[in-house]
């Protein structure tokens, strides 16, 4: 039974596009993340985020921004896509605390043209 | 730091034939650790998790896990596989205090009818 919600499910758009992912999770759980996933299936960690504390990885470019209006959600925002932003973007959400395991959507894929 | 290690990127089984998936993970205190499973074009899905007590965890669907502190490392197990299980297999660790996961490169695994 899907709890994390993610739309779109595909997405394609043009080099310099702005684009805007959602994340919705009705778990009730507190602290929710992005993660990047390339062609060969690596998983990139790009944010987690609580009502409290965000947590970039520092290697995350700039034009990407998270978004949250309350702890049920949590969006993706990209200011202006290049093309190695394509992949699949996934959304997961956890209670929180450690070893709480996260509990992921279907994923955004993006290709950037 | 921890990292998890995942040495075979693909894994080729008969149906009906057992299967291990290896995962070996650096810690410098006793990790959480999970198992989980993506199938084409969805999220990650819990296998399993463990963290204390009797070192070979139940799972979904048959599975099971087997923790050796010894040789850090944390397997995957199934009996009998089936063609259904054909999908990419996560190992990852997180630690108490901590909200990250650290995800090993995955394990692409067809079962062969």
């Known amino acids: 039974e899907t709890a994390v919600f993610q739309t779109p499910n595909y997405h394609v758009t043009q080099v310099g596009n702005e684009v805007s992912f959602n994340c919705k999770q009705t778990l009730g759980h507190d602290t929710m993340y992005w993660y990047k996933q390339d062609s060969k299936k690596l998983l990139k960690i790009m944010f987690s985020y609580n009502n409290k504390q965000l947590i970039v990885n520092e290697t995350v470019p700039r034009r990407f921004s998270p978004q949250s209006s309350d702890k049920a959600h949590l969006n993706l925002r990209i200011k202006s896509v290049e093309p190695e932003d394509s992949a699949v973007y996934l959304c997961?959400?956890?209670?929180?605390?450690?070893?709480?395991?996260?509990?992921f959507g279907p994923g955004t894929r993006l290709t950037v043209l | 730091a921890q990292s998890v290690t995942q040495p075979d990127a693909r894994v080729t089984v008969s149906e009906g034939a057992s299967l291990q998936l290896r995962c070996k993970y650096s810690s410098s205190v006793t990790p959480y650790l999970f198992w989980y499973v993506q199938y084409p074009r969805q999220g990650l899905q819990l296998l399993l998790k463990?963290?204390?007590?009797?070192?070979v965890v139940q799972g979904v669907n048959g599975f099971e896990a087997e923790f050796s502190k010894s040789n850090s490392s944390f397997h995957l197990r199934k009996a009998s596989v089936h063609w259904s299980d054909s999908a990419v297999y996560f190992c990852a660790v997180s630690i108490t205090g901590y909200q990250n996961f650290y995800f090993g490169k995955g394990t692409s695994l067809t079962v062969i009818p």
């Open positions: 997961a959400s956890s209670s929180g605390t450690g070893g709480a395991e996260q509990y």
């Open positions: 463990y963290y204390s007590g009797d070192p």
